[in-house]
C-alpha cells in the first residue's frame, strides 16, 4: 500500500533506536529543566500515561507533529468532560476527535495509556476507546493524520484518517466505506456508488443513515465511473473536493472559490452542526470559507428549528402561529425528542395546519400519490410513527415525515397544504409529580420522626431547651409544604 510508504527507509532498526535513546534522554533532561511549561513531545513510547489536569481550562495538549500546527490532547468539552481530540494549534480548531463511546470526565479517573494500543479510559468505568493495535509508538504527521506505527517508522497499524469525525484536510482519502459526522451527531456524510449524500437523523439511531438532504452525482466530464467499483473523495489543494475512482482523473469536480487559485495555507472541509458541508481555507491568522454545498439557508434540512418556517430572504418564524420564533421554540418541549406517538405515555395530540409550505428537500423524500389532502392527512391522523404530512394539489404527492417535524419551507403557492402533530402535555410528567409529592411526604415524615428522636433525646440529655426543637420540628413540615405546593402547580398546568 503506498500509504505505508510515507515514511523514509533510511532509518534502519539500530540507527533509530540509538536515535531514539538519544532523544528521549535529551527529552528527559530538557523537560526536567522545563518543569511546568514543556512543550508535548513529537513521540509518544511504550508506557506513557496522561491525565487530565484539573489547572486547564481548554486543552491540554499531549502530542505535537513537527511544525508545531497540529497537536493531540484533552479538550474541554459540556464544562466537565473531555474529548480527545487533534487540533489545529494556531487557531484552535479541532479537526479529529476520538469516537468514543460516550465522553470522558475531565477527572483524575480518567487515563490515556499507550501499551501497543492508544487507550483511553477510567478507573471506575472502563475503557471508552482503543485503536486495537500492537505497536510501538504513537506519532502525529504535519498533515494531522495521527498514527501508531511499529519502530521501522514504515508500517502504520492505525491511523486517524482512516476514522475521520467531522472534517477532511487536504489529501485525506474519504472511501465509501466511511462516515463523516457532524458534531452533535445529527447529520452524515457517505459516499453513494456514483454521488456524494448528506443525511439527516432526526429519527434517532437504529434506522439506518435518516433522510437523504443533498445528492450531488458525479459529473463524469473528464472520466467515467465503471459501476461496481467504488468511489473515494480528496479534497485537493488546487481547491475543489475532487470524487475519483481508479486513477488520478476525477470523475467529478466541485470546485471552491479559490479554484486553481494560488492559497499558501491549508485547507479543510467539515459537515457543520447545521448540516451544511462547507470549504475553507488558512490565510496564516484566520480560516475563510469559500465553499459550501447548501447555499441557500431554507434549503437546509433544520434551519429555524423543529417547527419553524423558512421564509426565503425574510428569515424564520414558526409553523404555529401562536408561537414567536424570537422567544424560543416553536414547538412545547417532547417535540423535538427523537420518537413516535405509538408509547404508552398517553401525549395529546394537537395539529396544526398550515398552506403555502413545502419540505426543503421533497425530490429526494419518498411520496405517495393521493387524490386530495383529506385522503393525505388521514393516512397520518392513525399512523402513530407519523409526525405529519405536506401535501401538494397540482401533483397529488403526499409526502409523510416519520421524524418530529423540522424545518419547512415558505412557498407562494397556496395549494401546497402541510399537517402536523404537535405533542401537547405529556402524562408521563403526572406520574413524576406523584412520585415528587411522595417523595416529599417520605422525606417530611423522617424530618417530623428526626425532630421527635432528638426531642426524645434532648429531654432525656438535659431539660429547658424545649424552644430550639420546636423550631426544628417546623421547619421539616415546611419543607414538605413547599414541595407539596410545587407538585400541585405542575398538575395544574398539566391539565390546563
Ligand atoms: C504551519 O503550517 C504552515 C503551512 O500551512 C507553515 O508555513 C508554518 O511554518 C507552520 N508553522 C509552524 C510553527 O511550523
Ligand atoms: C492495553 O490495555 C488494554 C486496556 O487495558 C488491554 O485491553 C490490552 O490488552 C492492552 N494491550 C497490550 C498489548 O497489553
Ligand atoms: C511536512 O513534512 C514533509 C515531510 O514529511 C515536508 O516535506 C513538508 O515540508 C512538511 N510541511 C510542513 C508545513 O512542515
Ligand atoms: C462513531 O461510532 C458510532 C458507533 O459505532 C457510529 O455509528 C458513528 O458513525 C461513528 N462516528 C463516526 C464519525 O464515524
Ligand atoms: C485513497 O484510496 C484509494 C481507494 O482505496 C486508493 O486507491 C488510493 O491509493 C488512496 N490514496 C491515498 C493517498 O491514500
Ligand atoms: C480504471 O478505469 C478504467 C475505465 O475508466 C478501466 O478501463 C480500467 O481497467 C480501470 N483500471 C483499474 C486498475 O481498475
Ligand atoms: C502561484 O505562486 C507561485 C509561486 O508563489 C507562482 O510561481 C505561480 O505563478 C502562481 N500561480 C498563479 C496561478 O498565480
Ligand atoms: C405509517 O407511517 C410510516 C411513515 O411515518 C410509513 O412508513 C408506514 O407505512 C405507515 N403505516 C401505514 C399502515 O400506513
Ligand atoms: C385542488 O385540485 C382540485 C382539482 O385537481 C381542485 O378542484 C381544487 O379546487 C384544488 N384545491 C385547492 C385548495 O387548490
Known sequence: MDRRRQLPHFMNLPVHLFLLTFLTALQAVTWSSHAAHSPSPEELLLGFRAAPDSAVSSF???????????????????????????????????????NTTRLARWADSTQLFFNGSLVLSDARTGVFWSTATIGDRVWL????????????????????????SDTLVENQNFTSTMTLVSSNGLYSMRLGPNYIGLYANFAGSGRGPGQIYLKHRAMEAKAEIVEG???????KSGGYLGMFQ?????????????????????????????????????????????????????????????????????????LDNRRDHDSGECAPAGNQLRGDFCGAYDSRVRVVR????????????????????????????????????????????????????QTVV???????????????????????????????????????????????????????????????????????????????????????
Open 229 to 235: 467499483q467504488p468511489i473515494y473523495l480528496v479534497l
Open 141 to 164: 504527521s504535519n498533515t494531522s493524520n495521527l498514527m501508531i506505527q511499529k519502530l521501522d517508522g514504515v508500517t502504520i497499524l492505525w491511523q486517524s484518517f482512516d476514522f475521520p
Open 246 to 318: 481508479n486513477g488520478s482523473i476525477p470523475v467529478d469536480v466541485q470546485s471552491f472559490n479559490t479554484f486553481q487559485q494560488n492559497v499558501s495555507g491549508i485547507r479543510r472541509v467539515r459537515i457543520e452542526p447545521d448540516g451544511n458541508l462547507k470549504g475553507y481555507y488558512w490565510t496564516g491568522s484566520s480560516w475563510i470559507l469559500d465553499y459550501q454545498a447548501i447555499s441557500d439557508a431554507c434549503e437546509l434540512p433544520s434551519s429555524c428549528g423543529s417547527y419553524g418556517l423558512c421564509k426565503p430572504g425574510k428569515g424564520c418564524s414558526c
Open 410 to 496: 415558505a412557498v407562494g403557492d397556496e395549494s401546497k397544504v402541510g399537517y402536523f402533530k404537535v405533542r401537547e402535555g405529556v402524562r408521563k410528567k403526572k406520574v413524576e409529580t406523584w412520585v415528587g409529592l411522595g417523595l416529599g411526604l417520605l422525606f417530611g415524615a423522617i424530618l417530623v420522626f428526626g425532630g421527635v428522636m432528638g426531642l426524645g433525646w434532648y429531654k432525656w440529655r438535659s431539660r429547658g431547651v424545649k424552644g430550639y426543637l420546636e423550631e426544628e420540628g417546623v421547619s421539616g413540615v415546611g419543607a414538605y409544604k413547599d414541595l407539596g405546593g410545587a407538585s400541585f402547580r405542575s398538575i395544574e398546568l398539566c391539565e390546563k
Open 354 to 405: 398550515r398552506s403555502g409550505v413545502e419540505l426543503p428537500f421533497k425530490e429526494l423524500m419518498g411520496y405517495k400519490n393521493m387524490a386530495s389532502i383529506e385522503e393525505c392527512e388521514g393516512a397520518c391522523e392513525g399512523n402513530c410513527t407519523c409526525w405529519g404530512v405536506v401535501y401538494s394539489n397540482s401533483s397529488g404527492f403526499c409526502y409523510m415525515l416519520d421524524y418530529p417535524v
Open 60 to 98: 491540554q495538549p499531549l502530542l505535537s507533529d513537527s511544525s508545531g500546527n497540529y497537536s493531540l490532547g484533552f479538550l474541554r468539552v459540556n464544562p466537565n468532560q473531555l474529548s480527545l481530540s487533534v487540533l489545529h494549534v494556531p487557531s484552535s480548531v479541532p479537526v479529529w476527535s476520538a
